[in-house]
């Protein structure tokens, strides 16, 4: 629960910063008409909405189309991050317990305290295992990047990367990160297409239903439907305030 929570606090910083400098060609990925097309199967009702204009920006001076695969992988990532976080913010909420005995006493902390309560060693083990992760997605294992035309929201192998052995972790790694049980490898395209739809959606849900949590834990009647969430007396936007430093 504890890891789940933290993901959910530090992977947004990911979509903030802007990616290392690439010398090859941009490649089409998508464009606005594609971005469109998919709002329509996403949500019929409400189609396409981009108030700010992101689909026609051009951020980093790499062209519209490395805009919009950045993007489009920043929203992808975060909301699977957030299905994650909001799940486990109301297991905990609800009193489940993780099998294993971490030791203290959390049984009382609300979700967010139990960042706050973690042992500094615990930190620095979910903050250099997300940092490999995201280490791994953008070393080229899974051949094109999302900017340049690979698939946004597609996380390369551990065991058979696309790109070829240069990139095999040298030790065999018995789960990927992406479908460990391995369940849509054999799905048909029109599975995989409608997978990708529903979990784009689940993603945006569960980003506004976690910041609702987060949102009513600070400010007490903010979210009237969610006024039985527990106060939380820290600060969000300062994760590392609590026990937690670089050097003793």
């Not at 929570?5 to 990911?14: G, M, S, Y």
């Amino acid at each position: 629960r504890k890891l789940i929570l933290a993901l959910a606090a530090l992977a947004p910083a990911a979509a903030f910063v802007a990616p290392a400098a690439q010398s090859a060609t941009v490649k089409v990925q998508e464009t606005k008409a594609d971005l469109e097309a998919l709002a329509v199967k996403l949500n019929p009702v409400v189609g396409y909405y981009d108030p700010l204009g992101l689909a026609d920006a051009d951020l980093w001076g790499r062209g519209n189309e490395y805009t919009i695969g950045w993007l489009r992988q920043a929203e992808i990532k975060h909301g699977r991050v957030a299905m994650a976080g909001f799940v486990g913010y109301c297991l905990h909420a609800n009193g489940v317990q993780f099998p294993i005995h971490i030791p203290g006493d959390y049984s009382t902390k609300s979700p967010a305290e139990l960042w706050d309560q973690m042992p500094e060693a615990g930190k620095w083990q979910i903050i250099l295992f997300v940092g490999f992760l995201e280490f791994w997605s953008e070393s080229g294992a899974g051949g094109a990047h999302y900017t340049k035309g690979g698939k946004p929201g597609a996380f390369p192998s551990f065991n058979s990367p696309a790109a070829g052995d240069e990139y095999k972790i040298p030790h065999p790694v018995p789960l990927d990160l992406f479908d460990p049980a391995g369940l849509s490898k054999n799905a048909s395209p029109e599975k995989k297409e409608r997978g990708l739809l529903i979990e784009i959606n689940n993603g945006r849900l569960a980003m506004l239903g976690l910041f609702g949590f987060l949102a009513e834990s600070k400010v007490p009647g903010s979210v009237p439907a969610l006024s039985f969430i527990p106060a939380y007396d820290g600060d969000y936007m300062a994760p590392f305030a609590a026990n937690f430093h670089v050097f003793n």
